[in-house]
């Protein structure tokens, strides 16, 4: 079966600090993979996707960036963190489009 | 782009009784409608999905209806219990990729 890791599951940052978090899936090769934010008490934005190796597609502009450099790898980075990227960060795969499935969060906290 | 309004924002029933959330799209060319369950802390975990082909779907207590002429559907859970207390969002897609989600219906069941 299908496993989906994030790391770190918690984080607290200062403003101005870089970002890098991980998501990683296991059981199935070449995955759609995702970025969710959820801010909170509010809906999921859907960040970036990939279709596979290199592509990303980014749907909203902002200071973050995504990168996929292994197959069933997915990367959120940011250079300067601001107090607005606060949120709950989701990754979520899919095997084809349609059905996603989510990963633990990551819990990001902005000083 | 696509835009997913959700009604009720809250939601109180109590145990035994049903639950209606319903939801409206702007794309006509959307062709994908999941639902996700968030419980407190935790990842959205996908409930129950429907493809703009199919009127309705229905699995166990959950069941999903589709109007795509009123560009409407929604979610009905019947003889709710406690454990179906959550946060509920619906999403719709016209790529498969990139899910617009609602802003969510907190659900409390009261025993």
């Known amino acids: 079966s299908q496993t989906i890791h994030q790391w770190p599951a918690t984080l607290v940052q200062p403003v101005g600090s870089p970002l890098s978090l991980e998501c990683t899936v296991e059981?199935?090769?070449?995955?759609?993979l995702y970025w969710y934010r959820q801010a909170a008490g509010r809906g999921l934005q859907l960040l970036f996707y990939?279709?596979?190796?290199?592509?990303i597609s980014s749907e909203v502009p902002q200071n973050l960036s995504a990168s996929r450099p292994q197959d069933r790898q997915f990367i959120l980075s940011s250079k300067k963190l601001l107090l607005s990227d606060s949120g709950f960060y989701l990754c979520?795969?899919?095997?084809?489009?349609?059905?996603?499935?989510f990963g633990p969060g990551t819990r990001l906290t902005v000083t | 782009g696509e835009n997913v309004e959700q009604h009720p924002s809250t939601l109180s029933v109590q145990e035994g009784d049903s639950a209606v959330i319903k939801c409206t799209y702007s794309?006509?060319?959307?062709?994908?409608f999941p639902w996700y369950k968030q419980e407190l802390g935790k990842r959205p975990q996908l409930i129950i999905d429907?493809?703009?082909?199919?009127g309705e779907k229905k699995d166990q207590r959950i069941a999903v209806t589709l109007n795509k002429t009123a560009k409407h559907f929604s979610l009905h859970i019947t003889e709710t219990q406690p454990e179906d207390s959550a946060v509920y969002f619906c999403?719709?897609?016209?790529?498969?990729?990139?899910?617009?989600f609602g802003k969510g219906t907190s659900l409390l069941v009261t025993p």
């Open positions: 794309d006509s060319a959307s062709n994908y």
């Open positions: 059981g199935t090769s070449n995955p759609n």
């Open positions: 990939s279709v596979g190796i290199g592509q």
């Open positions: 979520a795969w899919s095997q084809r489009p349609y059905e996603q499935y």
């Open positions: 429907i493809r703009s082909n199919v």
């Open positions: 999403a719709a897609t016209n790529s498969g990729y990139a899910l617009n």
